[in-house]
């Protein structure tokens, strides 16, 4: 029996570069970002730093929205109507309906098959995901095996954030408005961790964001001795490069991974997490 072929899909908040992309193949479907009533495609039509320009001057945070029907159709539609098998991964549903739209889509199609991966995460929590699913599709496994896998390891995905101002968040009703002003008076920068698909604040560090982070990727160290070694990522939203050449220098000098990867976060993250962000995120063994 022909094996077929398996392409893979996955929304604009997986915040997976260019260079990625093309590496292993993978189609971005852009989510949209809404300013007042004008909308937007992730990545395609508007940049982090126009967000926080806009977000700056009118005192308050874009929203954002699932990929729309039209765009999840017209991307999915060469495969599908090839007859192939696309594995879609999408943002938690429980931050977005982008996978009921990917759902909603496949309804539309007689040839192809598609297999809807809620990711359960955010930015490269799913990226990770989706290069390991683009492995595993380049190694001949079927689509039936890959999703399996990719579900059951799932779990074993750690995202967290450390954000230098509650005000993205606190505009974008996230948190009160009264949080954000006493942790952003007394200078603390929370750290959001992802969660069964939700985000939840957990420690709080104060002081400078140099130093916050510093505090946050040394935390992360016992884990990290035993994490995948395969690969890790460091996605920011516009910190310093000198900032991030530290914490790359420190994840280095653990000696463990074989590929270290800095991406940027794109709009949609952005939007809700502002400037100044800085995440890592990996698998850890199960």
Same mark, same amino acid.
């Given at each position: 029996?022909?094996?077929?072929?398996?392409? %893979?899909?996955?929304?604009?908040?997986? #915040?997976?570069?260019?260079?990625?992309?093309?590496?292993?193949? /993978?189609?971005? *479907?852009?989510?949209?970002?809404?300013?007042?009533? &004008?909308?937007?495609?992730?990545?395609?039509?508007?940049?982090?730093?126009?967000?926080?320009?806009?977000?700056?001057?009118?005192?308050?945070?874009?929203?954002?929205?699932? *990929?729309?029907?039209?765009?999840?159709?017209?991307? !999915?539609?060469?495969?599908?109507?090839? #007859?192939?098998? =696309? /594995?879609?991964?999408? %943002?938690?549903?429980?931050?977005?309906?982008?996978?009921?739209?990917?759902?909603?889509?496949?309804?539309?199609?007689?040839?192809?098959?598609?297999?809807?991966? #809620?990711?359960?995460?955010?930015?490269?929590?799913?990226?990770?995901?989706?290069?390991?699913?683009?492995?595993?599709?380049?190694?001949?496994?079927?689509?039936?095996?890959?999703?399996?896998? %990719?579900?059951?390891?799932? $779990?074993? =995905?750690?995202?967290?954030?450390?954000?230098?101002?509650?005000?993205?968040?606190?505009?974008?009703?996230?948190?009160?408005?009264?949080?954000?002003?006493?942790?952003?008076?007394? &200078? !603390? $920068?929370?750290?959001?961790?992802?969660? #069964?698909?939700?985000?939840?604040?957990?420690?709080?560090?104060?002081?400078?964001?140099? $130093?916050?982070?510093? &505090?946050?990727?040394?935390?992360?160290?016992?884990?990290?001795?035993?994490?995948?070694?395969?690969?890790?990522?460091?996605? $920011?939203?516009?910190?310093?490069?000198?900032?991030?050449?530290?914490?790359?220098?420190?994840?280095?000098?653990?000696?463990?991974?074989?590929?270290?990867?800095?991406?940027?976060?794109?709009? *949609? %993250?952005?939007?809700?997490?502002?400037?100044?962000?800085?995440? *890592?995120?990996?698998?850890?063994?199960?």
């Amino acid at each position: 029996m022909e094996k077929r072929k398996v392409s %893979i899909f996955s929304d604009s908040t997986c #915040d997976l570069s260019d260079e990625l992309l093309e590496k292993y193949e /993978i189609t971005l *479907v852009p989510l949209c970002i809404v300013l007042d009533d &004008k909308s937007f495609l992730d990545r395609e039509e508007l940049s982090p730093a126009q967000i926080f320009a806009w977000a700056d001057k009118n005192k308050k945070t874009p929203k954002t929205a699932a *990929v729309p029907f039209e765009k999840m159709q017209e991307l !999915l539609a060469p495969c599908m109507e090839r #007859d192939e098998d =696309v /594995i879609f991964f999408g %943002i938690s549903e429980d931050m977005s309906s982008t996978c009921n739209v990917a759902r909603l889509v496949g309804e539309e199609f007689d040839k192809g098959r598609l297999f809807v991966i #809620d990711s359960q995460n955010l930015s490269t929590g799913i990226g990770l995901q989706v290069i390991r699913a683009a492995e595993l599709a380049r190694q001949g496994k079927s689509a039936e095996d890959i999703v399996q896998e %990719i579900e059951a390891a799932r $779990h074993l =995905v750690r995202a967290s954030f450390v954000v230098d101002t509650l005000t993205y968040l606190a505009r974008g009703g996230r948190c009160s408005g009264a949080t954000a002003l006493l942790a952003n008076t007394l &200078k !603390l $920068h929370p750290c959001i961790k992802v969660i #069964d698909g939700k985000m939840e604040v957990g420690k709080k560090y104060r002081g400078r964001l140099e $130093h916050a982070l510093k &505090k946050y990727v040394k935390d992360l160290e016992e884990e990290l001795t035993e994490a995948d070694t395969t690969r890790i990522f460091i996605t $920011h939203s516009g910190v310093q490069p000198e900032i991030v050449e530290e914490i790359r220098n420190y994840l280095e000098s653990l000696d463990r991974f074989e590929e270290i990867l800095e991406t940027t976060a794109g709009g *949609v %993250i952005s939007s809700h997490c502002g400037p100044g962000t800085l995440g *890592v995120l990996y698998y850890v063994n199960a």
